[in-house]
């Protein structure tokens, strides 16, 4: 966990989802003041009871490096989703990073999504700030190994965590997604840019067409990309991901222990208890 003095402001820049509110929530309780840059588009949840709050466009580098200088900002953290990325034309980059426009602007065309979080980290760095990771204020919110709740994957369901595991890691490895779903011992969906969500969507879909079997159990599994930067876009879990397993026919979710965010946990835990679903936290591989 990183050591931050008490009082010192930490800018959340905050996609969408429960995530940056449940980090900034964290910060908070452990006395750090916040600013919460909101990015424009990407959250439907209000920010009651946070003072320091702007919005900015994706894409308003300068805008953004401004305020956190303004208020005296050196530490930021990552957080939430971010489901569009910003058309070129809106790009405002600072004077600094003019001539890193052509790479910046690859990385936007042609990158998956963890290359372009590490340029984006980079930029921020290049301006002398550092990237906290969202666990290292919210430590709490990582899953934690072995069964979560009342109910354990059997040996059917292990062996399909462990097809679902080889496909999300060689997903991850051409930084296209991070998770996969397998139904009996055969990966029927993998996570493209559309999100886990509507992976799930499409195996509910196949479901309901007979593509595959309306009542054969399946998983699905969530594994950190092999190269991924750990400050940013770690896979996460939630009461909503229940519904969707639920939705898609599955039997559960199994995650990197350590390497992936259970949001509201007891309320997800409770929600799986009572879909009877299984949780499971994966021992990860060492590195």
């Given at each position: 966990m990183t050591t931050l003095p008490a009082g010192e402001t930490v800018a959340i820049i905050a996609g969408n989802g429960r995530l940056p509110h449940l980090v900034a929530k964290a910060a908070r309780d452990r006395g750090f003041s916040l600013l919460i840059v909101q990015l424009a588009g990407e959250n439907s949840?209000?920010?009651?009871?946070?003072?320091?709050l702007i919005e900015v466009d994706l894409g308003a580098f300068s805008a953004v490096v401004g305020a956190l200088k303004a208020?005296?900002?050196?530490?930021?953290?990552?957080?939430?989703?971010?489901?569009?990325?910003?058309?070129?034309?809106?790009?405002?980059?600072?004077?600094?990073?003019?001539?890193?426009?052509?790479?910046?602007?690859?990385?936007?065309?042609?990158?998956?999504?963890?290359r372009v979080l590490r340029m984006v980290i980079s930029l921020f760095e290049r301006?002398?700030?550092?990237v906290v990771a969202a666990q290292d204020l919210a430590d709490d919110l990582l899953v934690t190994s072995g069964v979560l709740g009342r109910y354990a994957p059997d040996s059917t369901a292990l062996s399909d965590i462990k097809v679902a595991a080889?496909?999300?890691?060689?997903?991850?490895?051409?930084?296209?997604?991070?998770?996969?779903?397998?139904?009996?011992?055969?990966v029927v969906a993998v996570e493209g840019p559309e999100g886990t969500d509507e992976m799930l969507a499409r195996v509910a879909g196949m479901r309901q067409t007979r593509r595959i079997s309306p009542t054969r159990p399946g998983v699905l599994v969530k594994m950190c990309k092999p190269s991924q930067d750990?400050?940013?876009d770690l896979p996460s879990i939630g009461v909503d991901t229940v519904r969707r397993l639920q939705d898609a026919g599955l039997n559960g979710v199994a995650v990197e222990a350590g390497k992936a965010f259970i949001l509201d946990r007891g309320e997800t835990i409770a929600a799986a208890d009572q879909a009877g679903l299984f949780i499971y936290g994966l021992e990860p591989e060492s590195d």
């Amino acid at each position: 966990m990183t050591t931050l003095p008490a009082g010192e402001t930490v800018a959340i820049i905050a996609g969408n989802g429960r995530l940056p509110h449940l980090v900034a929530k964290a910060a908070r309780d452990r006395g750090f003041s916040l600013l919460i840059v909101q990015l424009a588009g990407e959250n439907s949840l209000p920010w009651d009871g946070y003072d320091d709050l702007i919005e900015v466009d994706l894409g308003a580098f300068s805008a953004v490096v401004g305020a956190l200088k303004a208020r005296g900002v050196r530490k930021i953290v990552l957080s939430g989703g971010v489901r569009r990325r910003p058309e070129l034309r809106s790009l405002r980059p600072t004077l600094r990073l003019i001539f890193s426009l052509p790479s910046i602007l690859a990385d936007l065309r042609g990158g998956g999504d963890d290359r372009v979080l590490r340029m984006v980290i980079s930029l921020f760095e290049r301006h002398g700030f550092e990237v906290v990771a969202a666990q290292d204020l919210a430590d709490d919110l990582l899953v934690t190994s072995g069964v979560l709740g009342r109910y354990a994957p059997d040996s059917t369901a292990l062996s399909d965590i462990k097809v679902a595991a080889d496909a999300a890691h060689a997903l991850g490895a051409l930084d296209i997604g991070q998770g996969a779903v397998a139904i009996g011992g055969r990966v029927v969906a993998v996570e493209g840019p559309e999100g886990t969500d509507e992976m799930l969507a499409r195996v509910a879909g196949m479901r309901q067409t007979r593509r595959i079997s309306p009542t054969r159990p399946g998983v699905l599994v969530k594994m950190c990309k092999p190269s991924q930067d750990m400050r940013a876009d770690l896979p996460s879990i939630g009461v909503d991901t229940v519904r969707r397993l639920q939705d898609a026919g599955l039997n559960g979710v199994a995650v990197e222990a350590g390497k992936a965010f259970i949001l509201d946990r007891g309320e997800t835990i409770a929600a799986a208890d009572q879909a009877g679903l299984f949780i499971y936290g994966l021992e990860p591989e060492s590195d």
